[in-house]
């Protein structure tokens, strides 16, 4: 899915069945402030290729995106990302979810050992709530 399907509403196209398609893949900065800026709700995962947490937390996130809202994004950055200097990133996988262009909350992994399966379930919850 191209960042040209995240700009649509939700409406303007049926939700894919296939994880890979429920979440979009961002390839940049510019493509990361449109994403945000075009929807109302949107939870991003920022995470490393070479990070073995962000590996093996990325099918869980993916599955969970093919469940349903709020629409789903990832990008993938490094170290030195200007996107990881602005939010702040320090541990490899990390969750934000904004509302209408605000980050509202993020949910951090844990050094060593990353995000689990029930801390995205929770962490979604809290999300639809507010």
């Not at 960042?3 to 409406?11: F, Q, S």
């Not at 904004?98 to 689990?116: N, P």
Request: hydrophobic share 40%.
């Amino acid at each position: 899915m191209s960042i040209r399907n995240i700009l649509k509403k939700p409406d303007d196209h049926p939700r894919p069945a296939a994880a890979e398609d429920a979440c979009v893949l961002l390839e940049s900065p510019e493509d990361f402030d449109a994403a945000v800026a075009s929807r109302d709700r949107l939870m991003i995962m920022l995470y490393a290729s070479w990070c073995p947490f962000s590996q093996e937390f990325l099918p869980i996130y993916l599955a969970h995106a093919a469940t349903g809202d709020p629409c789903y994004a990832r990008i993938i950055v490094d170290d030195d990302d200007p996107l990881v200097e602005r939010y702040g990133v320090s541990v490899f996988p990390t969750l934000l979810f904004f509302e209408k262009g605000q980050l509202v909350r993020r949910l951090d992994g844990t050094y060593h050992r990353g995000l689990t399966h029930g801390q995205l379930r929770d962490f979604a919850r809290r999300c639809a709530v507010r």
